[in-house]
């Protein structure tokens, strides 16, 4: 009986403890990391409704991305696609963040000229709305799509592989409660008039799209940091 009490006691206050000790001790500090460029990709994962749906869809912690901006007084700043497109320094985001998780990937021989093309090509899209659909209709945007984006107008690179919504794994609550809440505007089935979720799920699936973790497993990329 001493025993079970112990585990109980270890399960309700120590272990919770460790893990924020634990998360504490390895916060992704900005100041500590090495040497960013301009171009880096980095993932973390956010703190969205929609972040548990990425996670069980894509199978990855990974459910944010964006691109490292060195600004000319060296500090980092990340490009993302949240609604709008914006720079936001890279300390915040990682704040933005759960548990200070980052990790930061980088694109063999990406030359200084190419990274600068990916920026500009990113910043085309400065202001633009979030895409809750997951659409390559570029009039909204998300955050892989935004990378993926750039570095192909950019730099002619196509970075990930493209699935479609039905390769993912859908089915489970987080995922199913997602596509409940969002079908009805979904723009293919508007566009042809379905009212029905059941009508509209075949569409959905076929919708194509690129994650956060499908980008971080292209092979030109290599991990310069990351504490996950």
């Given amino acids: 009986m001493k025993r079970v009490l112990l585990g109980v006691l270890f399960v309700l206050f120590l272990a919770p403890a460790a893990l924020a000790a634990y998360l ?59 609604g709008p497109v914006r720079e936001v320094s890279l300390d915040e985001w990682i704040h933005e963040g759960l548990g200070g998780r980052l990790t930061v990937m980088r694109v063999r021989d990406l030359s200084p000229e190419q990274a600068a093309d990916v920026l500009e090509a990113a910043k085309s899209y400065y202001g633009k709305p979030y895409d809750p659909f997951f659409t390559f209709d570029t ?53 042809q008039g379905i ?11 076929k919708q194509e799209l690129i994650t956060p973790v499908s980008l971080s497993q292209d092979e030109r990329l290599e991990e310069i940091f990351s504490n996950y």
């Fill in 139 to 191: 009039d909204r945007i998300y955050c892989s799509e935004l990378v993926y984006n750039a570095f192909q107008d950019g730099a002619g690179l196509a970075l990930g592989r493209i699935q479609t919504i039905g390769e993912l794994q859908t089915n489970n609550r987080p995922v199913q409660m997602v596509i409940a809440r969002r079908w009805s505007a979904f723009p293919p089935c508007q566009s």
């Fill in 24 to 82: 504490w001790l390895t916060w992704a500090d900005v100041a500590r990391l090495p040497e960013l460029r301009s171009g880096d990709i980095v993932f973390h994962t956010d703190n969205t409704s929609q972040t548990l749906a990425i996670m069980m869809a894509s199978g990855s912690l990974y459910t944010h991305t964006g691109i490292i901006k060195i600004s000319e007084g060296g500090e980092p700043y990340v490009v993302e696609a949240v």
């Fill in 195 to 205: 009212d029905t979720l059941e009508s509209c799920l075949p569409l959905i699936h």
